[in-house]
Each structure stands twice: as structure tokens, then as C-alpha cells.
T-cell receptor, first 111, second 112 residues
Framework: SQKIEQNSEALNIQEGKTATLTCNYTNYSPAYLQWYRQDPGRGPVFLLL?????KEKRKERLKVTFDTTLKQSLFHITASQPADSATYLC??????????FGAGTTVTVRA | EAQVTQNPRYLITVTGKKLTVTCSQNMNHEYMSWYRQDPGLGLRQIYY???????DKGDVPEGYKVSRKEKRNFPLILESPSPNQTSLYFCASSLTSYYEQYFGPGTRLTVT
């Protein structure tokens, strides 16, 4: 069965450092992959989308890579700030219109 | 303001009492979807709709119904709620499934 795993439930880092989150998948051939941010008690907010034929996408301090051979996406937050503290979700989509989410990684940035 | 609205935001009900959670979007999006979120399990898709009158099952459709009679509305119906449907529910919409999803604020449902 399809499985999406995000590296760890929690990641604690020092302000200014780079946070790297992992999204691994098995038994899946996604056409695209999305990353979302979710704050407590609120709905997820879209951050970045990367398609299967793309290797890397950037948006301000965020960078996403997508390796379909390794079946893995990496999500980087550079020069992290306390305001980046949140839960980050990866989501995989395919041509059947479904979207499947990982359980998320909670990032805490210490000042 | 572009948004997805859900009502109610909080609901406590008893087993077997039919309920409906409404979802509405004002962005003229074709694609709409319902998710439930449980600790440690993440977001799981219940149903989705590619456009009006076209819906399909997600990963966890058992015990739920949906309808899409108008583009802007996508209600979630629980005909006979059970305690295992206690969860946080999110509605989302997008231009198509390939594009960014806009999520509503969530509905916290408790079934006793």
C-alpha cells in the first residue's frame, strides 16, 4: 500500500540555522509534490509545489528538492526564525486527482 | 477576500444523529475536497470533487457522504455518526487537484 513518511515528528533548531525536513514515499508514483505549513488550530497553508520533472524549487528562504529515483523530497528552511515554528506537511498528488498527506514534522526554532 | 468557510466550527453530537458540515468557497474553484486530521495520522482525504456533480472517494470514505450541486458548496454529511468519527475536519478547494489547496478553518467534531 502507499506510504508517506516524514522524517521525524519534531525538529528543534537554533535560530539562524537551516532546517531540513524529509518526505519519503513508497508504492507511489506522484505527478507532483506540495509542502504546507500548519499552525496549531488552523488549516494548512500552501508553501511550494514541485512537479515530477523538476529537481528543485525555491521561494524566498524555502527550498524544495524532488528525487523520484530515491522517492524523496527535501524541504529546507534557511536562516530560520522563531516565526518559522510550525508543523510542515508534505502532500503527494497523482493523475487520479487524489492528494495524500504525510503526518507532518513539527519544527521549533529557538531564539 | 478569497476564502473557504466551514460551519459549524465546533460540534458535539451523539451517536446516530445525522449531521451536515457545510463548506463554501468564493474563488470559483473546480476542485474541492474533505479531509480529517487525527493525531499521528496526519490529513486523510475523505472525498473529493473534480467539478459540479462529479465526486469520488478518497482514502477514508466509510461513514461519510458528500454532494456537489453547485460549484461553490461541498457539504459533508454523516448519516449516522459514531465515536470513531470524532476528529478535526478540513474542507479545501483549488483550481484543479494539481494546484495549491486553500483550506478552511476546520470543524472540530466530537461524537459521544
Amino acid at each position: 500500500s502507499q506510504k508517506i513518511e516524514q522524517n521525524s515528528e519534531a525538529l528543534n533548531i537554533q535560530e539562524g540555522k537551516t532546517a531540513t525536513l524529509t518526505c519519503n514515499y513508497t508504492n507511489y508514483s506522484p505527478a507532483y509534490l506540495q509542502w504546507y505549513r500548519q499552525d496549531p488550530g488552523r488549516g494548512p497553508v500552501f508553501l511550494l509545489l514541485i512537479r515530477e520533472n523538476e529537481k528543485e524549487k525555491r521561494k524566498e528562504r524555502l527550498k524544495v528538492t524532488f528525487d523520484t529515483t530515491l522517492k524523496q523530497s527535501l524541504f529546507h528552511i534557511t536562516a530560520s526564525q522563531p516565526a518559522d515554528s510550525a508543523t510542515y506537511l508534505c502532500a503527494l498528488g497523482s493523475n487520479d486527482y487524489k492528494l495524500s498527506f504525510g503526518a507532518g514534522t513539527t519544527v521549533t526554532v529557538r531564539a | 477576500e478569497a476564502q473557504v468557510t466551514q460551519n459549524p466550527r465546533y460540534l458535539i453530537t451523539v451517536t446516530g444523529k445525522k449531521l451536515t458540515v457545510t463548506c463554501s468557497q468564493n474563488m470559483n474553484h473546480e476542485y474541492m475536497s474533505w479531509y480529517r486530521q487525527d493525531p499521528g495520522l496526519g490529513l486523510r482525504q475523505i472525498y473529493y470533487s473534480m467539478n459540479v456533480e462529479v465526486t469520488d472517494k478518497g482514502d477514508v470514505p466509510e461513514g461519510y457522504k458528500v454532494s456537489r450541486k453547485e460549484k461553490r458548496n461541498f457539504p459533508l454529511i454523516l448519516e449516522s455518526p459514531s465515536p470513531n468519527q470524532t476528529s478535526l475536519y478540513f474542507c479545501a478547494s483549488s483550481l484543479t487537484s494539481y494546484y495549491e489547496q486553500y483550506f478552511g478553518p476546520g470543524t472540530r467534531l466530537t461524537v459521544t
